[in-house]
């Protein structure tokens, strides 16, 4: 073999060498993507559903949302909405064992996916209040979700480990977070089989609101900051303010990066919230953006999708692909296809019409104060044809001591005042209210006691009195009537049988309230007797309920409906951010372990509310609730806070209820059984370009390098078993070889 060949044959060797030790190229843009919320209108799926159908670099669950949730174990709070919520221990409240997650993220990581942990702390302990506290709190999200070992039995995912974290601290005081910082830093310093980061999401405001000066401190250990929409200032793409931001951005992580030798990025958190359309940056016009713009930019890094539930509900422009999906092409324009497969699903019935309900609160007769009508009977308000469901108004104290035996008190206003009897003031005795309930009922209106309403004196002071209450009601209104009879107690509405309670408890506190549910569904399952008893909640939209969260939180699977009340200035019908928002959190509920349907209460009519604002008008409520139906599988429908005003409010002499059943139940009247629409098997097919199907080959190509075969060269032997061509192959091989030691080292 003459020097050439020699040659050309290293070559070939150098280059395939080259090939097999180079990493690929990493692409220059990436994706992020904020998961575990659940914001969007349809329950966002689980963490690997993401990581196998889409095109992600980077996922931040999301998040920490207390730095302490208890001060005696000083563990922090996680809130991961309907994906993980099973607590380890009662000492620990609000960490919650997520194996199946672990098991996700495991199967992601292996993708090259990076998972971030999303740090909130917007609950409980607002801010970091020493530099103990920056320091524990640093070594508990090291053991529990990095590197650390020190508590393994209590790490929400198991053994898994995270890659690191990102900030995303909207309130409260930055003061010791450089001492956090520093403390992460040096617990990452402590395991060197993988690289952790550290992340921000700042508002995109300068100078800094939410972190002040604690990231500009520490710039040295932030890897990427997620600039975060600020609401009040256009600063996202295509918004007024965005130039000049993006100037500002650019210029402050070039001076970060010439101050401490990093290569920080910045990436653009993109609002994709129908809900915030204001907001939005559609796909038409970022691309020209980034073609023009951000592409050309060194410290721009990617994007980051605010809500994982949002990216898959569907594309703003309205395009095939989701909204992430385009833009991983956009920055990957030669890359391979991201595989997601088409969802065909076949109807064996034509679509249904909507079969929601409607319900209002009867008995409290409010509206004759104003305009001196008297409310209706039961008998009159059900011949109209209005309802669903009515809540009675109310039972007004759960043990009344001019009672015998400490019976409830009721207060029904003009309907009932008449008492039991001697020894029972508060208690009423209601033949014709009983009547009209057994005639609505007839035809198939559904009636519930309610629990408090505007009155002060609903509350337990043990366990064993919450107990009693949940037997009285039980004996008194529901399906006790032999039992009440044996004991001689006496029924407010005779042997007329009520369909369950509605607990609308606005006072006092919410001792044992989890104790009176649980005991109540536990009578209504074991002595109904095949008939369906029903308990209800109406809290305001205001999350958490002061008084009711623990038992939402602990027995939500004993309620069947919750009517919460959009009339707050927080959350009310028509603040679009604030409503969607709270209905999202109560709907969170609905979807977790098989819980309550939602309603929206909402007020009758614009004189019965804290302010016409909070009122949802004729011409906004079709378009308004017909998308909650659409989105929400598990919206119930509308509960109206008073019929007395409801008969006020007429429009050429349509009630207020009539014509919101119309929108939520056309065609039919309240009580007819809801129309049913049966699917075939969802079947899911995965197509190429061409409506082929595709089959996915991994292609190896073999390089073969002939050699002419020569005799073996005995570099030992004598002088004359060495020809002088293969003095010049092994001085070729040995050049080759120098440099190709080279390369490599």
């Not at 996680?78 to 199946?100: G, I, R, T």
Request: glycine share 8%; proline share 5%.
């Amino acid at each position: 073999m003459n020097c050439w060949t020699s040659v050309i044959f290293l070559l070939v060797l150098l280059t395939t060498l080259v090939e097999g030790f180079t990493e690929p190229k990493k692409n220059k843009h990436e994706v992020v993507l904020f998961w575990g919320q659940n914001t969007a209108r349809l329950p966002e799926k689980d963490l690997s559903y993401f990581c196998e159908t889409g095109k992600y670099d980077t996922i931040v669950i999301s998040y920490i949302t207390e730095f302490f949730a208890n001060q005696i174990t000083r563990y922090p709070g996680m809130n991961l909405a309907v994906h993980c919520w099973k607590l380890p221990s009662k000492a620990y409240p609000n960490l919650f064992n997520c194996p199946n997650l672990g098991k996700a993220i495991a199967t992601c990581k292996k993708k090259g996916i990076k998972i971030l942990l999303g740090i909130r702390g917007e609950r409980g302990n607002k801010w970091l209040t020493s530099k103990q506290d920056a320091e524990d709190f640093a070594n508990r999200i090291w053991d529990l979700f990095l590197g650390g070992d020190k508590s393994p039995r209590l790490r929400p995912f198991g053994t898994v480990k995270l890659d690191g974290i990102n900030l995303n601290i909207r309130i409260g005081d930055d003061k010791y977070y450089d001492t956090m910082l520093d403390k992460f830093n040096e617990l990452f310093a402590e395991d060197r089989s993988q690289h952790y980061q550290i992340t921000a999401s700042p508002q995109c405001g300068l100078p800094l609101s939410d972190f002040k000066t604690s990231l500009d401190s520490r710039a040295k250990f932030i890897d990427a900051v997620y600039i975060r929409h600020d609401y009040g200032v256009d600063c996202h793409p295509g918004g007024s303010d965005f130039d000049e931001n993006l100037e500002q951005w650019t210029k402050k992580i070039r001076y970060w990066n010439g101050k401490t030798f990093k290569n920080t990025k910045f990436y653009l958190v993109l609002v994709l919230s129908l809900e915030l359309k204001y907001y939005m940056t559609l796909w038409k016009n970022f691309k020209p953006i980034y073609e023009q713009t951000l592409k050309n930019i060194n410290e721009f890094g990617g994007i980051a999708l605010e809500d994982a539930g949002w990216d898959d509900y569907s594309n703003p422009a309205e395009e095939k692909e989701r909204y992430s999906t385009l833009v991983w092409h956009l920055f990957n324009p030669k890359g391979p296809e991201p595989w997601q497969p088409k969802v065909t699903t076949t109807s064996t019935t034509t679509k249904a019409p909507l079969n929601l309900k409607v319900g209002a609160l009867w008995g409290s007769n409010i509206a004759e104060g104003t305009t001196g009508n008297t409310e209706p009977s039961l008998r009159v308000v059900c011949e109209k044809n209005l309802y669903d469901t009515v809540i009675i108004n109310t039972l007004s104290d759960d043990a009344n001591d001019q009672n015998k035996g400490n019976l409830p008190g009721l207060n029904f206003a003009k309907h009932c005042h008449t008492p039991f009897g001697p020894g029972y003031q508060n208690y009423l005795r209601c033949n014709t209210m009983g009547s009209d309930i057994q005639f609505c009922q007839d035809k198939g209106v559904k009636f519930l006691l309610n629990i408090g309403g505007s009155t002060r004196f609903i509350g337990f002071a043990s366990k064993n009195e919450s107990q009693t209450f949940a037997h009285n009601l039980w004996l008194l209104f529901l399906g006790g009537t032999t039992e009440a009879a044996e004991k001689s107690l006496p029924r407010t509405f005779g042997r007329v049988v009520l369909d369950g309670v509605n607990i609308e408890v606005r006072f006092g506190q919410g001792a044992y309230f989890v104790n009176f549910v649980q005991e109540l569904r536990e009578i209504m399952d074991k002595k109904g007797e095949g008939r369906e008893y029903m308990i209800t909640a109406n809290p305001s939209c205001v999350h958490p309920s002061y008084i009711l969260d623990e038992s939402f939180s602990k027995a939500i699977t004993s309620f069947d409906h919750l009517y919460v009340n959009f009339d707050d200035e927080q959350c009310h019908i028509n603040k679009p951010s604030g409503f969607e928002s709270a209905f999202q959190v109560w709907y969170d509920y609905a979807v977790r372990n098989g819980g309550p349907k939602i309603w929206v209460g909402l007020p009758s009519d614009p004189r019965n509310t804290r302010t016409s604002e909070h009122y949802l008008k004729r011409v906004n409520a079709k378009n308004k609730l017909e998308n909650l139906a659409k989105n929400y599988p598990k919206f119930g429908g509308v509960m109206l806070n008073d019929v007395s005003w409801d008969m006020e409010n007429q429009v050429l002499s349509v009630h207020y209820s009539q014509y919101i059943g119309s929108v939520l139940r056309p065609g039919r009247l309240p009580g007819q059984p809801d129309l049913v629409t049966t699917k075939a098997p969802v079947t899911r097919t995965v197509t190429d370009k061409k409506g082929g199907v595709s089959v996915i080959i991994v292609k190896q190509t073999t390089r073969r390098v002939w050699v002419r075969p020569t005799g073996p060269v005995q570099l030992g032997g004598s002088a004359a078993n060495v020809y002088p061509g293969k003095v010049l192959t092994i001085i070729c091989i040995t050049m080759v070889t120098v440099l190709l030691m080279k390369f490599l080292r």
